[in-house]
């Protein structure tokens, strides 16, 4: 099992960047996919980016298409934590951004294969 913290969220304006981190707990983070996903109000969650534990993979990573180009998910194992760098943000990128994780799962958009959650982190942008 592992917990997990979101953190980096805030208030900007359109076109800045901000960069969100996910830390978790336990000894074997590098054997999780990690996902991000996003919920705005009255919306649906939605998925945003994910990256394999196998990171040999030529596909180790998947983005939406509406944050492809923008959006960069990164992971240190050394330090149980993963983060999503967001630039060029849009107001339509406020959300209630959360950090999702599967054991050695293959890489996968649907919020329902993804086990543990973390509170959420929130990002608003404004225009």
């Known amino acids: 099992q592992v917990q997990l913290v979101e953190s980096g969220g805030g208030l900007v304006q359109a076109g800045d960047s901000l960069r969100l981190s996910c830390a978790a707990s336990?000894?074997?983070?590098?054997?999780?996919?990690m996902g991000w996903f996003r919920q705005a109000p009255g919306k649906e969650r939605e998925f945003v980016a994910a990256i394999s534990w196998i990171r040999w993979s030529e596909s180790s990573t998947v983005y939406a298409d509406s944050v492809k180009g923008r959006f960069t998910i990164s992971r240190d194992d050394a330090k149980n934590t993963v983060y999503l760098q967001m630039n060029s943000l849009k107001p339509e990128d406020t959300a209630v951004y959360y950090c999702?994780?599967?054991?050695?799962?293959?890489?996968?958009?649907?919020?329902?294969?993804?086990?543990?959650w973390g509170q959420g982190t929130q990002v608003a942008v404004s225009s």
């Open positions: 336990g000894r074997t983070f590098s054997s999780y996919t």
């Open positions: 999702a994780a599967a054991w050695r799962m293959a890489l996968r958009l649907g919020a329902s294969s993804y086990p543990y």
